[in-house]
């Protein structure tokens, strides 16, 4: 229903959601709300941290590589972009990424 009037307008809506805190502590702490939770806790998915999965840094990193190639051509003509991934490559996989996939992003 819009604001003001008096119609009622089906909708479909999805919501997908992430966190990093344990939820049902913040139920229990009084900082979330047990009726929302039990709404939203319809698919749960544990994804490891990124220092776990190494093995998906390398094509993360060709990934965004490749997003933002046009906008670095200039820098990496003579390279060449699969130049520049196997050159990375190595310092990706054995850097620690105690965060997510947005230091991967930054790191280059």
């Given at each position: 229903m819009r604001i003001g009037d008096g119609k009622i307008i089906p909708i479909n809506v999805r919501v997908i959601c992430a966190t990093n805190k344990a939820l049902l502590r913040c139920i229990e702490n009084g900082t979330f709300r047990a009726d929302l939770y039990y709404r939203i806790n319809v698919l749960n998915v544990a994804l490891p941290p990124l220092r776990k999965r190494?093995?998906?840094i390398c094509p993360l990193f060709e990934y965004h590589l490749h997003l933002v190639s046009p906008k670095l051509e200039n820098k990496f003509r003579y390279a060449g972009l699969k130049g520049v991934i196997d050159f990375f490559a190595g310092?990706?996989?054995l850097a620690l990424f105690w965060g997510n996939i947005d230091?991967?992003?930054v790191a280059y």
């Open positions: 190494t093995a998906d310092f990706f996989v230091k991967v992003v």
